[in-house]
């Protein structure tokens, strides 16, 4: 046997030894999130903390590119790791980002070979409940992470194989769902045994040096691929500027600005211009690295030029970052960052609309870009039960030459959506209809991928929590005459006397017989609608994707009685032509630049950065709202009388020259 078929041997047994380590964790679970959602993974890593060997098709697969070292170096301050020490961990800061925020457990455990260490285990669950203000421990408008549950630093839950009943009391103390968090942490005690195991008996056959080796040959092989893979974007610098519609708290859009440089396939990613870090959840800790927030849109255009490319640490080799210190992308403690996946949705777009400029013909229109659990959390006699009912997304952008998916968007993560019969087993609600919604895809050439419409009943007292809800302002752009996709909507009770549709979700109250909807955004379109195939639209239509009066309006395509009518699609169309059409990214962008341009507003962040980190999100605030004060409150949604917008411009201007001397 060659040395080179003998390592791609261990590689093989390493990476099914990962996918083992899923299978038992999800299958020896206990909450809802992680047995069926699949909010969890595992993984081997090599000495230097990186993963090694990642699952391909269980689990989170966003998180490939963390790093575990930091966490190790602050377990073993108190004495050194021995066989069978497990170390637990969620704090976001002193794991330098491995914890993205604290419902996500993480577990290290060391693997040795005699009495010397040869890499780690690790797995992560995301728990149903780590104590905090609300229930599920995440809310838009937590001011910082003390507000957010309990705090882990990097301790030992297991010691020489023995688990430390202090520790283990304490973490379950801090939880309104103790029985669940406490099945899912052995659960992952479990996939980490399971892991051992496997590396043991890959050692005892192959030895250490070829394990060593191996993981390294794993990581270099995948950066090798990744770097040959990124050269088809064309070499040059591409910007994009993208919106949250609020902060959660003040109301106020946030900007997330990125400017990609490319160099014969390696990628530096500048997120200058982006706003500061905010006064709520929305804030991602990266600690200024390559963070897997910050990087998830590039792993999927890898993964995508590269379809047999192996995940490991490997993919982020050659791509560097800047996030400036105290921006909304590298918060400082203790910021909250309960709600990090919002603004990481809006990162992936940014990146995307940079992308696209370098390689037109691979990248697709802007996804939903959300993803919303939403939680319920019910008050009964034996204590709280908190579940995510269902972790909603919208649709896939459409790209050059194919629609987008509806209904589906691993933009962030590759979640599970929950079947209806174990939602209704384990929680007091009734489902009412789960599908795809018309009208939300966005027209063009190629349709992006609708949204999705959840209806439920709820038939006991409970909280209702839809962190993550964006996209109700600033819609999906589309691109090369593509049109953007539908806001999301959440309302309870539509059409009674007693709808509502709340403002910024956080905890709402719900009782018996309250009835919710909630719809996700549809994604870009790309291409001019007026040349998708009208057979196409007409597909469409019957399959409920696109209403009769939308397929006239938006693709110039009249179906009658479930028929395309060429004569009169052609005549439509013909007309059309001549009036022109809209496109692109949607008239709200367009009126707020108008106020606030690209230019200007990269001034007034570095005017906002200068400023002492505790005043900038107050001051942001402030000058904002003073400009929007002179425009209706639906803006940027609405039409605008100019001398409106430019009063609130002049407004604006008038404080960042205040600013700047």
């Given at each position: 046997m060659t040395t080179d078929i003998a390592r791609d041997i261990v590689a093989l047994k390493l990476r099914a030894a990962s996918e083992e380590m899923c299978k038992t964790l999800q299958r020896t679970s206990r909450s809802l999130y992680v047995k069926e959602t699949a909010d969890f993974c595992c993984a081997l890593a090599d000495l230097e903390g990186r993963f090694a060997a990642y699952p391909r098709n269980i689990g989170v697969s966003g998180f490939v590119g963390l790093n575990v070292r930091a966490t190790v170096e602050a377990a073993a301050e108190?004495?050194?790791?021995?066989?069978?020490?497990?170390?637990?961990?969620?704090?976001?800061?002193?794991?330098?980002?491995?914890?993205?925020?604290?419902?996500?457990?993480?577990?290290?455990?060391?693997?040795?070979?005699?009495?010397?260490?040869?890499?780690?285990?690790?797995?992560?669950?995301?728990?149903?409940?780590?104590?905090?203000?609300?229930?599920?421990?995440?809310?838009?408008?937590?001011?910082?992470?003390?507000?957010?549950?309990?705090?882990?630093?990097?301790?030992?839950?297991?010691?020489?194989?023995?688990?430390?009943?202090?520790?283990?009391?304490?973490?379950?103390?801090?939880?309104?769902?103790?029985?669940?968090?406490?099945?899912?942490?052995?659960?992952?005690?479990?996939?980490?045994?399971?892991?051992?195991?496997?590396?043991?008996?890959?050692?005892?056959?192959?030895?250490?040096?070829?394990?060593?080796?191996?993981?390294?040959?794993?990581?270099?092989?995948?950066?090798?691929?990744?770097?040959?893979?990124?050269?088809?974007?064309?070499?040059?610098?591409?910007?994009?500027?993208?919106?949250?519609?609020?902060?959660?708290?003040?109301?106020?859009?946030?900007?997330?600005?990125?400017?990609?440089?490319?160099?014969?396939?390696?990628?530096?990613?500048?997120?200058?211009?982006?706003?500061?870090?905010?006064?709520?959840?929305?804030?991602?800790?990266?600690?200024?690295?390559?963070?897997?927030?910050?990087?998830?849109?590039?792993?999927?255009?890898v993964g995508t030029l590269d379809s047999e490319i192996h995940l490991n640490a490997g993919l982020t080799r050659d791509v560097t970052v800047n996030a400036p210190h105290g921006s909304l992308v590298n918060a400082q403690r203790p910021s909250a960052v309960g709600v990090r996946h919002a603004s990481s949705s809006r990162v992936n777009d940014a990146l995307s609309g940079a992308l696209v400029q370098a390689a037109p013909q691979v990248v697709p229109a802007a996804s939903s870009g959300l993803v919303v659990p939403v939680v319920l959390a019910e008050q009964r006699a034996g204590g709280d039960v908190v579940q995510v009912l269902e972790p909603m997304v919208g649709g896939m952008g459409a790209r050059d030459g194919a629609d987008g998916v509806d209904g589906r968007d691993s933009g962030i993560s590759n979640l599970s959506n929950n079947p209806v019969e174990t939602v209704e087993a384990e929680l007091s609600t009734t489902i009412h209809r789960y599908g795809l919604r018309e009208d939300s895809g966005g027209a063009g050439r190629w349709r992006g991928g609708t949204g999705l419409e959840l209806v439920f009943e709820v038939h006991a007292r409970a909280s209702l929590l839809t962190r993550g809800l964006e996209r109700r302002l600033f819609r999906p752009w589309g691109v090369a005459g593509g049109h953007p996709g539908a806001r999301s909507e959440l309302v309870i009770n539509e059409g009674t006397a007693t709808e509502q549709r709340p403002a910024a979700p956080d905890v709402i109250p719900v009782a018996p017989g309250d009835v919710i909807t909630l719809r996700t955004a549809g994604a870009g379109g790309y291409g001019d609608p007026l040349d998708?195939?009208?057979?196409?639209?007409?597909?469409?239509?019957?399959?409920?994707?696109?209403?009769?009066?939308?397929?006239?309006?938006?693709?110039?395509?009249?179906?009658?009685?479930?028929?395309?009518?060429?004569?009169?699609?052609?005549?439509?169309?013909?007309?059309?032509?001549?009036?022109?059409?809209?496109?692109?990214?949607?008239?709200?962008?367009?009126?707020?630049?108008?106020?606030?341009?690209?230019?200007?507003?990269?001034?007034?962040?570095?005017?906002?950065?200068?400023?002492?980190?505790?005043?900038?999100?107050?001051?942001?605030?402030?000058?904002?709202?003073?400009?929007?004060?002179?425009?209706?409150?639906?803006?940027?949604?609405?039409d605008v009388e100019d001398a409106a917008i430019a009063g609130a411009r002049d407004r604006f201007m008038t404080a960042l020259a205040a600013m700047e001397a």
């Open positions: 108190s004495g050194p790791l021995r066989p069978g020490d497990v170390i637990i961990a969620n704090d976001p800061y002193s794991t330098m980002g491995l914890a993205t925020h604290l419902p996500d457990i993480q577990m290290i455990r060391p693997y040795f070979d005699g009495e010397e260490i040869i890499g780690y285990g690790w797995c992560f669950i995301h728990c149903s409940d780590i104590g905090g203000r609300v229930p599920s421990s995440i809310s838009p408008s937590n001011d910082s992470v003390f507000a957010e549950g309990l705090q882990i630093p990097p301790v030992r839950i297991v010691r020489g194989g023995q688990i430390d009943p202090d520790v283990l009391r304490l973490v379950l103390r801090n939880s309104r769902t103790p029985e669940a968090n406490h099945g899912d942490f052995q659960a992952m005690l479990a996939a980490l045994e399971t892991g051992c195991r496997r590396v043991q008996e890959i050692l005892d056959r192959y030895g250490r040096e070829a394990v060593l080796s191996t993981k390294a040959a794993m990581i270099e092989e995948t950066g090798v691929r990744t770097r040959s893979a990124l050269r088809v974007l064309e070499d040059g610098s591409y910007r994009f500027v993208d919106y949250l519609d609020h902060d959660g708290v003040s109301g106020v859009p946030v900007r997330i600005s990125v400017e990609i440089t490319m160099r014969d396939g390696t990628m530096h990613i500048d997120f200058t211009g982006t706003d500061p870090q905010v006064n709520s959840a929305f804030n991602v800790a990266s600690q200024g690295t390559v963070h897997a927030w910050l990087v998830t849109r590039v792993l999927a255009l998708r195939k009208p057979g196409a639209v007409e597909a469409d239509v019957r399959a409920g994707l696109v209403s009769v009066a939308a397929a006239e309006r938006d693709y110039g395509v009249v179906v009658t009685d479930g028929v395309l009518d060429p004569a009169a699609t052609a005549s439509r169309r013909a007309n059309r032509r001549a009036a022109g059409h809209g496109v692109g990214r949607g008239a709200e962008v367009s009126r707020w630049e108008s106020v606030f341009g690209i230019e200007d507003y990269d001034r007034f962040v570095a005017a906002l950065m200068a400023r002492p980190l505790e005043e900038r999100s107050s001051l942001r605030e402030t000058v904002l709202r003073e400009a929007l004060d002179l425009l209706p409150s639906s803006f940027p949604a609405g």
